[in-house]
């Protein structure tokens, strides 16, 4: 018999087996509590337990805090019920016509963008309407290869999926990917995952991406034009040297076309001839252009060390509310 799971203060339930994870019963049930990674690293599940308990199948390789140990918070993605559970989760969204779907996709091209940049563009096996809001995120498995999680860079009006993947040195899958990967590869798609997407509010809005901490921002900005948005976006992204900001014309094209948008774009080393733009860190730029952000949501893609010193700032040093920070970090 399952366990019932209660999410408080919106007053919904739904029951988890065992075996599964919290959020993985959650997301069966049509449920999306507030997640990123979905493997113990990001703490972005991490949810207030008002009874019951639950348990952690490795704790070596997961984040816990203390309050995680003391059973007073749990972190949903890696934690499994062992009791009726009731928690805490003030933002939890039923995305409507979305839900979680494992298919066979198809590689229909790749190009390199800079040295270590490919976009990657995949066909769902036919028939299968892969619906995800802008910002989320897909796991990708080729076969033979440890399954990883890329942001969709495109729309899911588009029809094929556009992902960036980056070339970790040292990466099991990713060099596989850039690399290696042939056009008309088949390989396995499982999503929409993450809650990293647009909120419906009338905030101004500032974006962070660190290198193809791009791709869901790319996906966002394309939902929010096709949307007839009028909403301001600040646009900050950051690389090493100019050639990781691979969509610059892109970025600059979008400021030249709507009044709402601008774009800055930050380099940390600043190691390219004759760049007369923004240096240092990409996060510093915000605290920098904008030090009263309590009007505003803040949106953070990337290295977890961005999204880390973005969090800490934006809101020690700039006064914005936690609850209006949203990040993916590329754990
Ligand atoms: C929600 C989410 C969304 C993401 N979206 C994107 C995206 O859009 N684009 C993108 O490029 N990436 C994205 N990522 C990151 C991606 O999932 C992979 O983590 C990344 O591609 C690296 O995978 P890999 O298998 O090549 O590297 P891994 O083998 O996982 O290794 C990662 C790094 O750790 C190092 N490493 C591995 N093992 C060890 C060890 N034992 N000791 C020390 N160092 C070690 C490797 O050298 C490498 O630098 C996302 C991650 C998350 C969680
Ligand atoms: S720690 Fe649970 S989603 Fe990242």
């Known amino acids: 018999m399952g366990i019932t799971v209660q999410i408080e203060p919106v007053d919904k339930s739904f029951t988890a087996e065992e075996s599964q994870t919290v959020l993985e019963a959650a997301l069966k049930a049509g449920i999306t509590l507030k997640h990123s990674c979905r493997n113990g690293q990001c703490g972005e599940c991490r949810a207030p337990i008002l009874s019951g308990a639950v348990s952690y199948k490795k704790t070596e390789s997961i984040k816990l805090e203390q309050s995680d140990l003391e059973g007073r918070t749990g972190l949903m993605c890696v934690g499994h019920a062992i009791s009726d559970l009731v928690i805490e989760a003030p933002e939890v969204t039923e995305l409507e016509g979305i839900s979680v779907q494992k298919c066979a996709g198809r590689t229909m091209a790749k190009e390199t963008v800079s040295d270590d940049v490919a976009v990657l563009k995949i066909a769902p096996a036919p028939g299968v309407n892969f619906a995800f809001k802008p910002g989320q995120y897909l796991d990708l498995t080729i076969k033979g290869y440890a399954t990883r999680s890329y942001s969709m860079a495109s729309t899911d009006s ?38 990293f997407y647009v909120r419906d509010s009338d905030r101004p809005m500032v974006m962070i991406a660190s290198g193809t901490g791009f791709a869901p921002v790319k996906s966002m900005m394309q939902g929010l034009i096709a949307s007839g948005n009028s909403r301001p976006v600040a646009l900050y992204w950051g690389g090493r040297a100019k050639q990781d900001l691979y969509m610059d014309k892109l970025c600059q094209q979008w400021a030249e076309q709507n009044s709402w948008f601008s774009y800055t774009p930050v380099l940390s080393e600043n190691t390219d001839a004759g760049w007369v733009g923004r240096t240092g860190f990409v996060h510093q730029s915000v605290v920098d ?16 060390i961005v999204v880390s010193s973005a969090k800490r700032d934006c809101i020690g040093l700039c006064g914005l509310n936690p609850d209006h920070f949203f990040s993916d970090a590329f754990v």
Request: charged letters at 20%; a negative charge.
């Open 158 to 195: 588009e029809g094929l999926i556009e992902l960036h993947v980056r070339k970790m040195p040292g990466g099991a899958v990713s060099p596989i990917i850039v690399d290696e990967l042939k056009h008309k590869a088949i390989v396995t798609i499982e999503g929409p995952f993450g809650t």
């Open 289 to 304: 252009d904008l030090p009263d952000l309590s009007a505003y949501e803040v949106y953070v893609c990337g290295a977890p």
